[in-house]
Nanobody, 133 residues
């Protein structure tokens, strides 16, 4: 079982930047290996979880939600077994709890992953990100 943990959340001013990280937790049986596809999602209270940015393990291609295109970038460091979400030009509407998810399989369609088409099995517990002046 892969257990994930997010870090790097907090308070940022509008227009500011923040970088989230995702890695296997200390209690995880497995590390975040390079064959996992990566997904970043977010959820506000009372709303459905939304796919933000996803990255394919097979070719490194990415898919971003229209609301974050040009502002957010998903990446990974396979040597350190971590994934990241760089968030620039933050807006108040980006305030949410952010989750990372990972799913193995080269057949995974990244666009479908980010729209919630798959029942993903490996999630972090979520981290709060607040954009406010």
């Amino acid at each position: 079982q892969l257990q994930l943990v997010e870090s790097g959340g907090g308070l940022v001013q509008p227009g500011g930047s923040l970088r989230l990280s995702c890695a296997a937790s200390a209690t995880s049986v497995w590390p975040l290996e390079d064959y996992y596809n990566i997904g970043w999602f977010r959820q506000a209270p009372g709303k459905e979880r939304e796919g933000v940015s996803c990255m394919s393990s097979s070719d490194g291609s990415t898919d971003d939600a229209d609301s974050v295109k040009g502002r957010f970038t998903v990446s990974r460091d396979n040597a350190k077994k971590t994934a990241h979400l760089q968030m620039n030009s933050r807006k108040p509407e980006d305030t949410d709890v952010y989750y990372c998810a990972a799913e193995p399989g080269r057949e995974i369609n990244i666009q479908a992953m980010c729209t919630g088409a798959y029942a993903l099995n490996n999630w972090g517990q979520g981290i709060q990100v607040t954009v406010s002046s």
